[in-house]
């Protein structure tokens, strides 16, 4: 019998960095794969849905909640650095900036962008996320999935169909239990100096302690939302408790106990205004969940 911890009706605002989202049914954070395979066991027994949150930076949950169980897995955490091969293994609740800084001590290169994203290494698999010219699928070698019927399977980076913001991963009901990356050696002073210009520069051009999901809108290639945005003069502009940021216009901040309905009010505005104006339809990066 494993001993993790089923919760009922907890507040999944605590799990997400907007500070928004209604209770989960049912909730666990499991620490290792066993329990993550008992908790499937589990769902399978009592027939309910499954829902995934990483550190819960990319995630719009509804004020309503979220039916079924919700796995969190920030309390999923290991990494073993190979600095010879420079081959980093990592269990998925890993922090992207903990792996880049453990990166940079080892004199590893090619995390020196991941520093500021506040996220899961399983989140940014999932979303391929990325910074700077660079993302995460650029440094894969493979990931360690669980189905929903308990199946492992080990998946090569080049079948995961990464794109921009993008990968397989969104449209399947898989957890990433581990990730397997192949950085570059460099030389680790400079590696460490460059981490740190990024995080200094992410701060200068972010709201980055707001309570946000970073940037709302994926970029209509080659022109950036926050520019399309901040031309149809929604800088500031407010909804309820959600207000577009002054610094970085892609960005909505939760400034007064915003709630779901707040947020996805303001998007569909931002996406009228941008369509009226210039006939581009901005896509949602942020993913949202129960509605
Ligand atoms: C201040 C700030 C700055 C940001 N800057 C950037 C940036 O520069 N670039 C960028 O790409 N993103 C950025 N983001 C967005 C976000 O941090 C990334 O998308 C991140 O990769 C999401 O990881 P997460 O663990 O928070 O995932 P979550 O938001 O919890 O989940 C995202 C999706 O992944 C799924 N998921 C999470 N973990 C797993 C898992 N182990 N197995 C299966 N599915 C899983 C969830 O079900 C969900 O569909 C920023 C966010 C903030 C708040």
Same mark, same amino acid.
């Given at each position: 019998?494993? #001993?993790?911890? $089923? /919760?009922?009706?907890?507040? =999944? +605002?605590?799990?997400?960095?907007?500070? &928004?989202?209604?209770?989960?049914?049912?909730?666990?954070?499991?620490?290792?794969?066993?329990?993550?395979?008992?908790?499937?066991?589990?769902?399978?027994?009592?027939?309910?849905?499954?829902?995934?949150?990483?550190?819960?930076?990319?995630?719009?949950?509804?004020?309503?909640?979220?039916?079924?169980?919700?796995?969190?897995?920030?309390?999923?955490?290991?990494?073993?650095?190979?600095?010879?091969?420079?081959?980093?293994?990592?269990?998925?609740?890993?922090?992207?900036?903990?792996?880049?800084?453990?990166?940079?001590?080892?004199?590893?290169?090619?995390?020196?962008?991941?520093?500021?994203?506040?996220?899961?290494?399983?989140?940014?698999?999932?979303?391929?996320?990325?910074?700077?010219?660079?993302?995460? #699928?650029?440094? $894969? /070698?493979?990931?360690?999935? =669980? +189905?929903?019927?308990?199946?492992?399977? &080990?998946?090569?980076?080049?079948?995961?169909?990464?794109?921009?913001?993008?990968?397989?991963?969104?449209?399947?009901?898989?957890?990433?239990?581990?990730?397997?990356?192949?950085?570059?050696?460099?030389?680790?002073?400079?590696?460490?100096?460059?981490?740190?210009?990024?995080?200094?520069?992410?701060?200068?051009?972010?709201?980055?302690?707001?309570?946000?999901?970073?940037?709302?809108?994926?970029?209509?290639?080659?022109?950036?939302?926050?520019?399309?945005?901040?031309?149809?003069?929604?800088?500031?502009?407010?909804?309820?408790?959600?207000?577009?940021?002054?610094?970085?216009?892609?960005?909505?901040?939760?400034?007064?106990?915003?709630?779901?309905?707040?947020?996805?009010?303001?998007?569909?505005?931002?996406?009228?205004?941008?369509?009226?104006?210039?006939?581009?339809?901005?896509?949602?990066?942020?993913?949202?969940?129960?509605?």
């Amino acid at each position: 019998m494993s #001993s993790i911890q $089923l /919760e009922k009706n907890i507040s =999944l +605002s605590k799990f997400t960095t907007w500070r &928004i989202g209604g209770p989960a049914e049912w909730i666990a954070q499991p620490k290792n794969i066993e329990e993550i395979q008992y908790l499937i066991n589990w769902i399978n027994e009592k027939k309910i849905p499954c829902n995934i949150i990483g550190a819960g930076s990319n995630l719009l949950i509804n004020d309503k909640g979220i039916k079924g169980l919700s796995i969190c897995m920030r309390n999923l955490k290991g990494i073993q650095i190979d600095k010879n091969n420079a081959i980093i293994e990592v269990l998925s609740g890993e922090m992207l900036p903990t792996l880049a800084r453990k990166a940079a001590a080892s004199g590893l290169h090619g995390l020196e962008w991941a520093v500021g994203i506040p996220g899961t290494i399983g989140g940014a698999i999932v979303m391929n996320a990325g910074a700077q010219e660079h993302c995460i #699928s650029s440094y $894969l /070698e493979s990931i360690t999935t =669980l +189905s929903l019927k308990g199946e492992y399977k &080990i998946r090569k980076a080049k079948d995961l169909n990464f794109g921009y913001r993008d990968s397989l991963l969104q449209n399947e009901q898989l957890i990433v239990v581990s990730v397997r990356l192949k950085l570059a050696k460099g030389h680790a002073e400079k590696i460490r100096q460059v981490t740190t210009e990024n995080l200094n520069h992410r701060l200068k051009t972010q709201p980055y302690t707001a309570q946000t999901c970073g940037s709302v809108f994926r970029n209509p290639e080659p022109l950036k939302a926050a520019k399309l945005i901040e031309e149809v003069g929604l800088k500031g502009f407010r909804f309820g408790g959600a207000e577009i940021s002054k610094i970085h216009s892609n960005f909505i901040i939760n400034v007064n106990k915003a709630s779901s309905c707040d947020v996805r009010e303001l998007i569909k505005h931002i996406q009228k205004k941008v369509f009226n104006s210039y006939g581009i339809l901005l896509e949602t990066e942020v993913k949202q969940c129960g509605f």
